[in-house]
């Protein structure tokens, strides 16, 4: 079951490396780099929808009607983001080591790239291919960004804090 497991896996990210951003199907993960951290492509409108969901971090999910959509970014899309990376710094203590999901949104009539940063201990049992991975507090381990691949330009750098006040 295992070997079914990786090589649906690969087809899935053979298949996607192919495809533009509107011909992603539902599902489906791109695994882009493989670095100290790892990063994915969230393309499931439900599991997008809990990556922005944060919990001690502002995001466009935190402003109503800020978010009117989803889509998924092609991996030309990501690896120019990552090659990019390092224009977080300061603000962001080496952000390529981080693991990273992206989500692909629209507001505004743009599309934007929301990037989840974390880090899992290694023996972590979360899936970031498959889940949304949000962190109450975790201070600088976790934070987010967008990106606007049509400017190439990153914004909204949120990093975690502790948990909102009751």
């Not at 606007?148 to 975690?160: A, L, M, Y």
Request: charge should be neutral; proline fraction near 9%; aromatic fraction near 6%.
């Amino acid at each position: 079951m295992k070997h079914l497991h990786v090589l649906l896996s690969a087809c899935a990210a053979l298949a996607l490396a192919a495809c533009t951003p509107s011909n992603v199907k539902p599902g489906a993960v791109v695994p882009t780099a493989i670095k100290a951290g790892q990063s994915w492509v969230v393309t499931r409108p439900v599991i997008a929808a809990e990556v922005l969901d944060t919990c001690s971090r502002d995001s466009p999910a935190k402003h109503a009607g800020a978010i009117s959509g989803y889509w998924a970014p092609s991996r030309a899309d990501i690896e120019t983001l990552e090659s990019q990376l390092s224009r977080l710094q300061p603000e962001v203590a080496e952000p390529a080591l981080s693991s990273r999901q992206y989500v692909g949104f629209e507001s505004g009539g743009k599309r934007l790239i929301y990037i989840n940063a974390f880090t899992l201990p290694d023996h972590s049992k979360r899936d970031p291919a498959r889940e949304a991975i949000r962190a109450c507090d975790g201070g600088d381990s976790f934070w987010g960004a967008v990106y606007d691949p049509q400017s190439g330009t990153f914004s909204s750098v949120e990093r975690n804090g502790p948990p909102p006040s009751p």
